[in-house]
Nanobody, 127 residues
C-alpha cells in the first residue's frame, strides 16, 4: 500500500523559513513533487525531483526561494522554503508518479499526472 505522509507545516512570519518533509512507503517512484493549493485557487506546482535526484526543477513562484531535495535511504522528499511571503499560505501536498514526466509542456507540472498524493500540510505565513 502506497503512503505519502507530509509534515513540517505551520505558522511562520513573513521572511521566515520552513522545511516540509514527505515520507513515502509502499514502492519506489519515477519522481516526486510538491504542489500547493490556496483557498479558491487551483493546485499549483512547486517543485519536482526524480528518484535518483538527478533532475529537479521548480515552478516560477518557487525559483530562488524553495529547494527540493531527497534522501533515498529514508525514501523521503523535502521542500526547504525560505523568504516566505503571505501569498505562500496554502496547503502543501506531496505527490508521486511511477511514470516518466516531462519538464516541458504540462508534464510534471500537471497534478493529473501523479497517481499518489499525501494528505497535505498547512503552511500559514503571517505579515
Amino acid at each position: 500500500q502506497v503512503q505519502l505522509v507530509e509534515s513540517g507545516g505551520g505558522l511562520v512570519q513573513a521572511g521566515g523559513s520552513l522545511r516540509l518533509s514527505c515520507a513515502a512507503s509502499g514502492r519506489t517512484f519515477y519522481g516526486m513533487a510538491w504542489f500547493r493549493q490556496a483557498p479558491g485557487k487551483e493546485r499549483e506546482f512547486a517543485a519536482f525531483i526524480t528518484n535518483g535526484g538527478g533532475r529537479t526543477f521548480s515552478g516560477d513562484f518557487a525559483k530562488g526561494r524553495f529547494t527540493i531535495s531527497r534522501d533515498n535511504a529514508k525514501n523521503a522528499v523535502y521542500l526547504q522554503m525560505n523568504s516566505l511571503k503571505p501569498e505562500d499560505t496554502a496547503v502543501y501536498y506531496c505527490a508521486a508518479t511511477v511514470d516518466y514526466c516531462s519538464d516541458s509542456g504540462s508534464g510534471c507540472y500537471n497534478p493529473g499526472n501523479y497517481e499518489h498524493w499525501g494528505q497535505g500540510t498547512q503552511v500559514t505565513v503571517s505579515s
